[in-house]
């Protein structure tokens, strides 16, 4: 063996070959000890870089994914189902409340006046509710396609023909969530009058137990026929295209709107000026019946819209990150930015369609209160993820709109059981962690729009007090509407 630092002077090469072995085999061993260590960090490298990978699509996907779970809509009428006979009876309507307490009602209507076989007069909106929107019918609705999607079902008329203006009429209260039968029996007033108005149309009809092809016939008025204007579905559809832009979104229907909090009577955080305001509007409200509430048992028993900063606290829970894009789907939001602003910091692309749109976008909706609530109503249904602060009429149709559609992501938040999750971290007993976070995620697991029959009358509701505690067929139209792909 050659020493490369040798020198002509040699030293006796017996005193000096052990030590040199030594060092060698130290080198050697240091050298292939670098090699493993540097091939099993490679590999550790390797295997943390894959394990975020799989977390994350593992995490996007319980965040974001839906599945229709083999379901699709299914409305096509049975075999049984005739064209209507010509009718010389007409049905008028006043539809009443905000947009889609009105939309729910027309499409009861489209199967009142087939049960009855009346020609539907183009319904007439509400001018009057708390909106004060002046919108016609063809304001809000595509008026001609309204009328030959329905074509085979029943006869509809944009107004009254005007030999039938002096007509013998009645004027007919009808009772609230009736069947079938009772519309039959209500026919028999076409003996002596040609013409019957329907003063009200919300909930003019039962969720339950009428014939198969009249929830399908529902189902067609709600989500076929009754489209939006063509400058209601353009906005729309861009301003979905602007959000979709920056990948998954939620669209947030926040309803902590001056008249929802007047109306549940709900003041946690407000003060003292503002809840005195709220309170004076309901008394003023003749149709709003309680006066007397209690705020805190409200909140307590679930009754109260999410404020903006529990919202946050339950996103976040969830598992939603700051980056991500949120749509506020509502008007006014009662304090502004007072009460916005801890959402705000949570997640700093919280949008409203007046920041999302032009001043020029929007120009032609302003004043009209359903015509805008028709475009958070469509980036609603169109989004990746729908929250409801609160169970109103726009959360329940947009809800089954989604149902109906594939089953989309929608979580409903347990109001009750996050109340109490809210006030142990107001104590200090609980911080908004992992803990927090794994309680949240648990408590929703089934909250998110998977496939269920509706849900029928609250145990130990009696008379028609329990119709009203049905969920609406629009929040669910399973099964009637709802089938497997393999089904009809």
């Keep these: 063996m050659v020493n490369p630092r040798s020198s002509s002077h040699r030293l006796p090469r017996s005193r000096f070959l052990f030590p040199s072995s030594i060092s060698g085999y ?30 994350s699509a593992a995490l996007q996907e319980q965040l974001w994914g839906s599945s229709g779970y083999g379901y699709r809509p299914c409305v096509k009428p049975t075999r049984k189902y005739g064209v209507p006979p010509k009718s010389n009876h007409y049905l008028t309507v006043k539809s009443n409340g905000g947009l889609n307490q009105m939309r729910t009602g027309i499409s009861d209507m489209v199967a009142v006046a087939r049960l009855m076989n009346a020609t539907l007069v183009i319904p007439q909106l509400d001018k009057r509710s708390f909106w004060q929107d002046t919108s016609t019918f063809s304001d809000i609705f595509d008026e001609s396609h309204f009328i030959k999607a329905l074509e085979g079902d029943l006869h509809i008329v944009r107004e009254l023909p005007k030999e039938m203006e002096l007509a013998p009429r009645a004027r007919k209260h009808v009772t609230s969530w009736s069947g079938a039968s009772y519309y039959e029996e209500m026919s028999r007033l076409w003996k002596d009058n040609q013409v019957i108005h329907v003063p009200k149309s919300d909930s ?4 339950n137990d009428l014939p198969i092809d009249i929830q399908r016939l529902r189902c067609r008025a709600m989500y076929h026929a009754l489209r939006f204007s063509n400058p209601i579905e353009s906005l729309g559809k861009k301003l979905v295209d602007r959000l979709k832009e920056h990948g998954p979104y939620i669209a947030l229907h926040l309803r902590y709107e001056k008249d929802m909090l007047a109306f549940t009577g709900c003041t946690l955080g407000l003060n003292d000026m503002e809840s005195e305001e709220l309170r004076i509007m309901r008394e003023n409200t003749n149709h709003w019946k309680v006066k007397d509430i209690n705020s805190t048992e409200q909140r307590m028993g679930g009754f109260c819209p999410l404020t903006p900063k529990e919202v946050g606290i339950f996103l976040n829970a969830m598992g939603y ?40 976008e929007l ?10 609530a028709a475009i ?56 908004e962690d992992a803990k927090l976070s794994s309680l949240v995620t648990e408590m929703h697991k089934y909250r998110q729009g998977a496939p269920r029959k509706r849900y029928g009358p609250l145990p130990g509701s009696k008379g028609r007090d329990r119709f009203r505690t049905e969920e609406s067929f629009y929040e669910n139209p399973f099964p009637e509407c709802i089938c497997l792909a393999n089904k009809h």
């Design 26 to 55: 130290v080198l050697i061993l240091l050298a292939f000890a670098s090699i493993v260590f540097l091939f099993s960090h490679r590999q550790i490298a390797e295997v943390d870089r894959s394990l975020p990978s799989e977390d």
């Design 204 to 207: 003019r009809l039962a969720n």
């Design 321 to 360: 990150s700051s980056s991500t894009w949120i749509y506020i789907a509502a008007g006014e939001i009662y304090g502004g930015e007072t009460y916005l602003s801890n959402l705000r910091s949570r997640f700093p692309n919280l949008v409203f369609k007046e920041t999302l749109a032009t001043r020029e």
């Design 363 to 372: 120009k032609d909706f302003a004043n009209h209160a359903s015509q805008t």
């Design 376 to 431: 958070d109503y469509i980036i609603s249904v169109e989004s990746d993820v729908f929250v409801p602060s609160y169970t109103g009429n726009m959360a329940r149709a947009v809800e089954g709109h989604r149902r109906f559609l594939g089953h989309r992501k929608t979580i409903n938040p347990d109001r009750k059981g996050l109340v109490e999750l809210f006030d142990m971290i107001d104590r200090g007993e609980l911080e």
